[in-house]
């Protein structure tokens, strides 16, 4: 009975946290910062809102209309497509993090990423419906198809800038300039695993030629 009632508050927290995200995106100022200091989010909402942007990434690939996207499932890699999301997701949750400590950020490394997740609740919600809008369409209307993508993404964008703002309570200024720096330090990161992986390639292609060597000779 006890574990009933303690699961039944469970699944309660959850489906309120989840539904909180449409609160943040509609009052981004008080919902980001309640999502954080007053303990309204949770790690298992952030984990869904990215679960359901990546099925949504997957879902356009598949069903939307040919008039506004042609796939070519020969060259498509699915999961370097949904790496495409998480990759950068991991570079800048650590790249915001690392640099807004060392500036007086209040923000913990989770709750930068619950906080980024969050605010891509526009992406699922906005780009869902646009892939039925796609079937419907016509060549004519295709410019309302292509706002209504673009807002998406705007809205996301503002939606990031805010969170950071109000975790690490900063002012908009000092926010925007973190976000640029974070996306430096993102492109550092990317050419230091670039050059990491490089190395150990070489590194095995070395060992790898050496033993050959040795086999010949024996």
């Known amino acids: 009975m006890l574990a009933s009632l303690k699961n039944k508050e469970t699944y309660s927290r959850y489906f309120a946290s ?15 910062w309640d999502l954080t200091h007053e303990k309204r989010g ?43 999301v ?3 997701l991991v570079l800048w949750c650590l790249g915001n ?19 980024t997740c969050y605010a ?9 419906p646009m892939i039925i809008l796609s079937n419907m369409l016509t060549v004519e209307e295709a410019e309302f198809y292509f706002v209504l993508g673009q807002i998406s993404m705007l809205w996301v964008g503002i ?26 330090a993102m492109m550092v990161m990317i050419f230091i695993l670039l ?10 292609s070395y060992f790898v030629s050496l033993f050959r060597e040795i086999m010949f000779r024996m």
Not at 19 to 28: E, G, Q
Not at 99 to 110: A, E, N, R
Not at 120 to 128: C, D, H, K, R
């Open 97 to 115: 993090w690392g640099l807004t400590t060392l500036f007086d950020g209040k923000g913990t490394l989770k709750q930068v990423y619950m906080a």
């Open 195 to 204: 050059l990491f992986f490089s190395m150990i390639s070489q590194g095995v």
């Open 159 to 184: 939606l990031i800038l805010t969170a950071m703002m109000e975790i690490h309570e900063y002012k908009m200024s000092k926010t925007i300039l973190f976000t640029i720096a974070t996306l430096f």
């Open 42 to 84: 949770s790690i298992a909402a952030a984990n869904t809102i990215l679960f359901l942007t990546l099925l949504v990434r997957i879902l356009k690939l598949a069903y939307t209309g040919p008039l506004f996207l042609a796939v070519y499932w020969e060259g498509i890699n699915i999961f370097m497509y949904l790496a495409s």
């Open 18 to 32: 989840l539904k909180f995200s449409l609160y943040c995106i509609t009052h981004p100022l008080d919902g980001f």
């Open 86 to 88: 998480l990759f950068p």
């Open 120 to 128: 891509l609740t526009p992406y699922p919600v906005v780009q869902f």
